[in-house]
């Protein structure tokens, strides 16, 4: 995937700011004064020591001279700075960074519309007892964030919350190395990404929690320490054109009452399951490469229900796909190859409809029906599969129609 943000923009930090000129006390109380009033406010080059906590109750706009010259810091307990007079604010070419101890976010959005374009944010510190701080970003009371052009790294919590109905658009950013999430919504908040990175951080690079919803497209989710997507309660995500790889756990969990479409993504690499689809999650799988994750490429469990249309599934290490419990599964048109055991499990009792997949060069079988599983298989083609194409234990009841596989049915 591109990837707009310039990786040496990820060295701002305290060695970095100690390069900078120091911006003298009274120049850095005018400009706390002239912030205030609100209005186009011109920083140069430099580093802007905050005794107190930045707070901004009219509509402001931030000129820096670029996220890498111009940083406004503060040790302040609480937060850098907060925009909370309603109406429309920005910055630009700044870096907001978090040099403290205490509990503190470092940009904190109580009201209106804020736009942030090339920014850099980092530093805030987490007060996990209380429960209070660590957000790189925190998005509050049905506000508005876009984020163009921007780094957030290096927070304790993490790196963008969203709650309360607000909504966040992001685009061309990084949001990586934070010891939460990269991006978590909450409540019944909305946000659209695109052209961003999230890697590298040690929880997911996304979680959706309640009722929020996101759009993401063309984004990389890698290397993080658990999940690339995380989508859990009665959140919806779309996810299309992205690359989700490497990442600790599965690509993408949903779980509960999630719904989930992926289209057109590439699924790799993951250190268990590509898509893993559990709880009373409904997913939508179109045209998505799903290769070489360490257990099942699709793995669907307890009352999930899937629909898979025309994805590649391809050298996944122990199943192509995975059924269990009582889920329920259409598979249509999807080519499963080269997986460690069979192309297609279904076990337990799950529901499968299976028509018109190629299911070759797997394992073990090309598809295995166990225990109560049941169902359908029309236009199957099975080629090449190590043991038998289409193997149905004793107690397995699917319906079979006319298939391009040879059938072994358990004694």
């Not at 020591?49 to 509509?59: D, H, K, Y």
């Not at 076990?347 to 029906?369: A, P």
Request: aromatic content about 6%; overall charge negative.
């Amino acid at each position: 995937m591109r990837r707009i943000v310039a990786a040496g923009l990820l060295f701002i930090g305290l060695a970095f700011t100690q390069s900078l000129p120091e911006v003298p006390a009274s120049e850095v109380q005018a400009f706390v004064a002239q912030a205030q009033r609100g209005g186009r406010v011109a920083l140069r080059a430099g580093i802007y020591r905050l005794t107190r906590p930045l707070t901004l109750n009219n509509p402001v706009e931030l000129v820096g001279a670029g996220s890498t010259q111009t940083v406004i810091t503060s040790t302040a307990e609480g937060y850098v700075v907060s925009f909370r007079g309603g109406g429309k604010s920005s910055a630009t070419g700044l870096a907001f960074e978090y040099q403290g101890k205490a509990q503190a976010y470092v940009v904190y959005i109580q009201e209106g519309e804020v736009i942030l374009t090339d920014v850099a944010v980092s530093g805030a510190v987490r007060d996990a007892a209380n429960k209070q701080g660590g957000s790189g970003i925190i998005v509050w009371n049905d506000s508005k964030l876009t984020l163009n052009k921007s780094v957030v790294w290096s927070n304790e919590l993490e790196g963008v919350a969203v709650l309360d109905k607000s909504q966040v658009v992001i685009k061309d950013s990084d949001l990586s190395e934070n010891v939460g999430s990269g991006l978590s919504l909450y409540d019944g908040s909305a946000g659209q990404v695109d052209n961003t990175l999230f890697e590298q951080n040690e929880a997911s690079g996304i979680e959706l929690f309640d009722r929020s919803q996101l759009t993401l497209e063309n984004s990389d989710l890698q290397m993080n320490g658990e999940f690339g997507l995380y989508v859990a309660d009665a959140a919806s995500a779309t996810a299309r054109e992205n690359s989700i790889q490497q990442n600790t756990f599965s690509g993408v969990l949903a779980r509960d009452q999630a719904q989930v479409t992926l289209e057109n993504n590439d699924i790799l690499s993951n250190k268990e399951a590509g898509i893993l689809c559990v709880g009373l999650a409904t997913s939508v799988i179109r045209n998505n490469l799903i290769e070489k994750n360490a257990t099942n490429g699709i793995g669907v469990s307890e009352k999930a229900r899937v629909l898979a249309i025309n994805n590649l599934v391809r050298g996944n290490a122990e199943f192509g796909l995975a059924a269990s419990k009582e889920a329920v599964v259409s598979a249509q048109q999807n080519t499963i190859e080269f997986s460690g055991y069979s192309g297609i499990l279904a076990r337990d009792n799950v529901q499968v409809i299976l028509e018109r997949n190629l299911l070759q060069n797997n394992g073990e079988h090309g598809i295995f029906f166990v225990g109560n599983a049941g169902g359908r298989a029309q236009g199957n083609e099975c080629k090449q599969n190590k043991l038998t194409d289409l193997y149905l234990e004793k107690s397995s009841n699917p319906t079979l129609g006319t298939n391009a596989c040879k059938v072994e049915r358990q004694p």
